[in-house]
T-cell receptor
Framework: SQQGEEDPQALSIQEGENATMNCSYKTSINNLQWYRQNSGRGLVHLILIRSNEREKHSGRLRVTLDTSKKSSSLLITASRAADTASYFCATDLYNQGGKLIFGQGTELSVKP | DTAVSQTPKYLVTQMGNDKSIKCEQNLGHDTMYWYKQDSKKFLKIMFSYNNKELIINETVPNRFSPKSPDKAHLNLHINSLELGDSAVYFC?????????????FGDGTRLSIL
């Protein structure tokens, strides 16, 4: 079964609002990564958070990780129409040779 | 300069045919991957090679055969194509197969089986 599950599956907001996406996983991880996929394109790496970290920032992105609850969240602040994309969390499991297990993704639509 | 490039971008073919997808990365990475993304956008790893050596081989029908002639290239050959093979196939690379290395993806090959 899937390691990662994301919530919500779809999110529609207005430009300038914040967008929060959640990811839950099942087994112990080395790290958790977030990726963005624009329509018709490949995935682009956004941010990586290690299992011993609780929060990480990159520009307008803020990622949290709660290993006790096996969950992570991605917050995009002051969203822009260009943020419209699908967002995926991916877990990097112990001793799996770099194998990433992806969640089903959250489809974000930011309306101008 | 495209970091991870796949060809072709689109592939439309008949059931039963054999086809290949090529992937090249110019990032100097040691590890390359093949993923399959289905119509619901679920992305699943198929294979991974580290410096031309197979390190991940998921439960994939043996009609799918990856080949890595050198560490910059990872091709995917598919025999006897079936309707269920219709999907987008992504190639990716990372610096190595250790932890904490993000993956860089190509733009995908959209395979449609008629």
């Amino acid at each position: 079964s899937q390691q990662g599950e994301e919530d919500p599956q779809a999110l529609s907001i207005q430009e300038g609002e914040n967008a929060t996406m959640n990811c839950s996983y099942k087994t112990s991880i080395n790290n958790l990564q977030w990726y963005r996929q624009n329509s018709g394109r490949g995935l682009v790496h956004l941010i990586l958070i290690r299992s011993n970290e609780r929060e990480k920032h990159s520009g307008r992105l803020r990622v949290t990780l709660d290993t006790s609850k096996k969950s992570s969240s991605l917050l995009i602040t002051a969203s822009r129409a260009a943020d419209t994309a699908s967002y995926f969390c991916a877990t990097d499991l112990y001793n799996q040779g770099g194998k990433l297990i992806f969640g089903q993704g959250t489809e974000l639509s930011v309306k101008p | 300069d495209t970091a991870v490039s796949q060809t072709p971008k689109y592939l439309v073919t008949q059931m039963g045919n054999d086809k290949s997808i090529k992937c090249e990365q110019n990032l100097g990475h040691d590890t390359m991957y093949w993923y399959k993304q289905d119509s619901k956008k679920f992305l699943k790893i198929m294979f991974s090679y580290n410096n031309k050596e197979l390190i991940i081989n998921e439960t994939v029908p043996n009609r799918f055969s990856p080949k890595s002639p050198d560490k910059a290239h990872l091709n995917l050959h598919i025999n006897s194509l079936e309707l269920g093979d219709s999907a987008v196939y992504f190639c990716a690379s990372s610096q190595d197969s250790r932890v904490f290395t993000p993956q860089h993806f190509g733009d995908g090959t959209r395979l449609s089986i008629l």
